[in-house]
């Protein structure tokens, strides 16, 4: 059933950051963490999932975390009973339904977390901008790989809108308001969320291309085959002679890419590589930094410290 496959899909692991900072941002106020707040902060794993489940849709991703992603998952369930009709476009029709009733839960969860309606109102306010920011980056993301361009400056909103905002900020506001936070506090929260946001696409971007499939449980060669307009793309262009320049403007994007097209594709990014790497962690240096304030309770302060460096410089 539906059920049944978006719960392999929660089932099949992550990171689960999206919770923990929800969680971490409640506990900032310095109100100690209840049901209620783990209630909530699930909301926020449901809603990634239904991003990554149409994620995969729309680059045609057949793994994710190792494990089948949901529209290989029924296109096979479709040939293994013996349906009627083209197994792919019912895995496909499936996957986009499974990843919009994960987006139904998530609104539901959250509406039915526990807290009385003065919490709930700011934080599903926060919740509905955070919302429509995912959707508007990965419109973006679809568009410049389609348009085959996306400078530097663009290239970063995206990496910002598309996930560095859901993965961070919007989590940790939403548990602070949650809990009711001073103004001071919601800003420290930017502070540190808004770069470290940035920092998690931007390496999530560098493992997309280097990244080991054993380890990251994605294929490596979907961004390349996808034309996936990154900061990485952006300044390997950028920094090319004119043949490789050329090479890249002309075969990023291509589903047929060969594999020694694909094996020359990292070796132009490797250019860029090593600038892309010395930002993700002058982001993360910049979001620690923001944890220097007295509007924070030092415990949250502390981990959210510790989980700077986890997110920049993850191999998964």
Do not use: N
């Amino acid at each position: 059933t539906i059920f049944e496959e978006l719960e392999r899909v929660i089932s099949s692991g992550g990171k689960r950051l999206r919770p923990v900072f929800c969680c971490l941002g409640y506990r900032s106020t310095g109100a100690e963490i209840e049901e209620r707040t783990i209630r909530a902060a699930a909301a926020l794993e449901l809603l990634h999932t239904f991003a990554i489940v149409h994620d995969d849709v729309m680059d045609r991703s057949r793994s994710r975390r190792g494990s089948p992603a949901s529209w290989v998952q029924l296109a096979e369930l479709h040939g293994s009973q013996g349906m009627l009709g083209d197994a792919q476009q019912w895995g496909v029709s499936g996957a986009v339904l499974v990843g919009d009733l994960a987006l139904v839960l998530a609104g539901r969860a959250l509406h039915q977390a526990g807290f009385p309606p003065s919490r709930i109102a700011p934080a599903l306010e926060r919740y509905d901008r955070m919302r429509a920011e995912v959707v508007i980056g990965q419109y973006l993301d679809v568009l410049a790989a389609h348009r085959g361009s996306a400078d530097e400056a663009e290239a970063r909103r995206i990496a910002v809108l598309k996930s560095g905002g859901y993965t961070v900020e919007g989590p940790l506001h939403i548990g602070a308001l949650l809990a009711g936070p001073s103004e001071e506090l919601m800003e420290s929260l930017s502070a540190y969320g808004v770069p470290l946001g940035e920092a998690f696409q931007l390496r999530d971007d560098v493992l997309g291309v280097f990244g080991d499939p054993a380890v990251t449980g994605k294929d490596r060669d979907s961004d390349l085959r996808e034309g996936k307009r990154t900061l990485l793309v952006a300044r390997a262009i950028a920094a090319s002679g004119p043949d490789d320049r050329a090479f890249l403007k002309a075969r990023l994007g291509r589903p047929d890419l060969e594999e020694e097209e694909l094996e020359r594709a990292r070796t132009i990014l490797q250019s860029a590589r090593g600038s892309v790497v010395a930002l993700i962690e002058d982001l993360a240096a910049a979001a620690r930094a923001a944890l220097r304030t007295d509007a924070m309770h030092p415990e949250a302060a502390g981990l959210l410290d510790e989980l700077s460096g986890l997110v920049a410089s993850r191999d998964l």
